[in-house]
Each structure stands twice: as C-alpha cells, then as structure tokens.
C-alpha cells in the first residue's frame, strides 16, 4: 500500500481504538441500567456496534500488520508505470484524457481517481512506459489508450 493509504489506516485505528470503542462501552453500560437485558433495545444495539468496532479494529490491525507500504516519491521517475504512480492516459478513439493513481485494493476509489492495482486498466498499464500505446479490455470493449505521462507524486 501506499504511504498515504498506511496513514489512512492508522488514523482510522486509532479513531476506533480512542473514540469509538469508549462511547460504545459508555453506552452499554448505560444500557445495562436501563434494566431486563433480554427486552433491552439499546443494550442489543450498542453490544451489536461493539462487535463491528471490534471486527474492524481487528481487520486494520491484520493489514497494517502484513502490509508492506510503497513510498513512490522515493523511486527514482524512470517513466515506467509501477504501483503507486500516477498516470496520464489518453483514449485513442475520443482522445478523453484521464489521470489516476494506481494504489491497493484498500485505497482504491474510482471518485478521487485512484484505481486498484488489480483492475483492469491497472493490470494493462503496470510496466508499461510513457508513450507507450496499450489495448485494454474494459466493461464497454477493448480500448486503445496511450501512456501520456506517469508520476511519482
């Protein structure tokens, strides 16, 4: 992943470790006082919100545990398109320019143009070089894109 991806991660943790999982506990114990636990609507709610909170802190601190975290400002720019770059491309037939940064499969959203390592137009891109042109299978047909430019920013 990328470093600003790792960021993203540990924020996230550290939201659900020092907010989240407090106010979750206040709540249950203010449940708990409300009486008969079996009929008890916010007990069963709170206690269900404890167990997302406490999934999803275990999921984060599984992945920011194997992950290995790409700074791509560090990489010398050899034009080339690697993971992390951000790419310029041009589609051949309506000469559409796009630009995207190619991260992993946790940072990817197509919203803010980062696109998975492991989609399709990633797939088709990655060792590729600026200038090079590249047929790439997507939803609507193959296309036709050439390289413009790749980044490391």
């Known amino acids: 992943m990328t470093a600003a991806g790792e960021k993203a991660l540990r924020e996230e943790l550290d939201q659900l470790k020092t907010v989240d ?6 709540d249950i114990a203010e449940a708990r006082e409300h ?36 700074d791509v400002t560090s990489i010398p720019h050899t034009g080339k398109v690697i993971f992390g770059t951000t790419v310029t491309i041009i589609n051949l037939d309506t000469d559409e320019t796009k ?5 992993g499969d946790d940072e990817a959203d197509i ?18 070089e600026e200038g090079d042109i590249v047929n790439i299978q997507t939803p609507g047909g193959a296309a036709e894109y050439e390289i413009d430019e790749v980044a490391h920013i």
Do not use: M, W
């Open 111 to 128: 919203k803010v143009n980062k696109i998975s390592v492991n989609s399709p137009i990633a797939r088709g891109l990655v060792g590729k």
């Open 21 to 26: 999982r407090p106010r979750v506990i206040a």
């Open 35 to 70: 009486g008969d636990l079996k009929e008890n609507a916010e007990y069963h709610a709170a206690r269900e919100q404890q167990g997302f909170i406490e999934g999803r802190i275990q999921e984060l601190e599984g992945k920011l545990s194997n992950c290995q975290v790409i």
């Open 99 to 103: 630009t995207y940064q190619i991260v």
